[in-house]
C-alpha cells in the first residue's frame, strides 16, 4: 500500500510539472512583452552628465536609437544610483526597487567586468558601447607640456572627491598634490567648468565628463592622467534579466547595426565627446 502511494505521489508530482512546463511555453518572451507593450524600459542613471541630465544625454540617445531597432518607443525610467553596483542591478534589472518602482528592461552604463558578471547570476551583462578612462585636462598657456605630474608644479587642480579621478590624484606620488587639489566638485563636468573659468591650471575626470565641457575648446588639452592605475580605464554596456536571452540579442543585434551606421559615434560627438570604441 505504501509502495502504490508513493507511485501516486511521483505520477502527481510529474503531472504538476509538465503543467508547470507547459505554462511557462505559453508565457510571453521578454521580447515579445516589448513589443506587445510598444515600448522599451530602460533605466538610466540620474544626474550622469553627459550621459543622462534632466532628460537628456548620450545615454537617452543611445536607449531611444536601441528602443527604434526594435520598432518600439522609449520608457525612460530615471533612478539614483545606489550603494554599489549590486544595488542596481537588484533594484532596476531583476527584482525592482524598494520604493516601488523598477524593474525595468534594460540598465545602460553597466561596467561589463567579468566579477560583476559572476557576483550576479540573476542578470545578463552584454553589449559594451564605450571605453571611458580617467583623464586629466589643462590649461595650455599654463602647462603646455605635461610629461608627468610633477610638471603640475603648485598650481591648483579641480578634481571630483569622491570619485576615482579623486582617488587617484588624492594618492599620487605618496600624496603629493594634496594640498593644491580643490575636491569641491560633484562630478568632472564641474571640475572642467572650474579650469574653462581659469579658476585652476588642469582638472581630472572621466574623459567623457571633460570632453563634454572642454573638448571643442582649442585652449584646453585632455590626455590620459599620467599614471599606471589609470592607463585601461573600463568598458561599459547595458543588463538584462538571466532569461531574457531574446531581448539581449535582439539589443545586441540592434547595438552592432548602429556602431556600423556611425550613429553610436555620431550621438557621442553631437555632445562634445569622442566615441572610444570598446
Not at 55 to 61: K, S
Not at 100 to 123: F, Q, T
Amino acid at each position: 500500500m505504501n509502495e502504490r502511494r508513493r507511485r501516486l505521489l511521483a505520477a502527481a508530482a510529474l503531472g504538476c510539472v509538465g503543467v508547470g512546463s507547459a505554462r511557462a511555453q505559453d508565457e510571453p518572451t521578454a521580447l515579445e512583452k516589448v513589443r506587445k507593450r510598444g515600448s522599451l524600459s530602460v533605466a538610466l542613471y540620474t544626474a550622469m552628465p553627459p550621459f543622462h541630465v534632466d532628460g537628456r544625454g548620450i545615454d537617452v540617445e543611445l536607449a531611444r536609437a536601441l528602443a527604434g531597432k526594435l520598432g518600439v518607443g522609449l520608457s525612460p525610467l530615471p533612478f539614483p544610483a545606489g550603494e554599489n553596483m549590486n544595488d542596481d542591478l537588484r533594484n532596476m534589472v531583476w527584482r525592482g526597487h524598494y520604493l516601488g518602482y523598477g524593474p525595468a528592461d534594460v540598465l545602460l552604463h553597466v561596467p561589463v567586468d567579468r566579477p560583476l558578471m559572476a557576483g550576479n547570476p540573476r542578470v545578463q551583462i552584454f553589449g559594451p558601447y564605450y571605453r571611458d578612462q580617467v583623464m586629466l585636462a589643462r590649461d595650455l598657456a599654463k602647462l603646455p607640456d605635461l610629461p608627468s605630474l610633477d610638471a603640475l608644479g603648485k598650481g591648483a587642480v579641480a578634481v571630483p572627491g569622491q570619485t576615482l579621478a579623486g582617488w587617484l590624484m588624492l594618492g599620487a606620488d605618496g600624496g603629493r598634490y594634496r594640498e593644491q587639489l580643490r575636491t569641491n566638485w560633484r562630478d568632472g563636468t564641474e571640475a572642467a567648468a572650474a579650469l574653462a573659468r581659469g579658476e585652476v591650471v588642469a582638472a581630472a575626470g572621466q574623459a567623457s565628463e571633460l570632453e563634454s565641457v572642454l573638448g571643442r575648446d582649442e585652449r584646453f588639452a585632455i590626455e590620459p592622467l599620467p599614471l599606471p592605475q589609470a592607463r585601461n580605464g573600463w568598458v561599459v554596456g547595458m543588463a538584462v534579466k538571466n532569461d531574457a536571452t531574446d531581448l539581449a540579442h535582439a539589443l545586441q543585434a540592434g547595438l552592432n547595426e548602429l556602431v556600423a551606421a556611425g550613429r553610436v559615434r555620431e550621438i557621442f560627438t553631437q555632445a562634445g565627446v569622442r566615441w572610444r570604441s570598446p
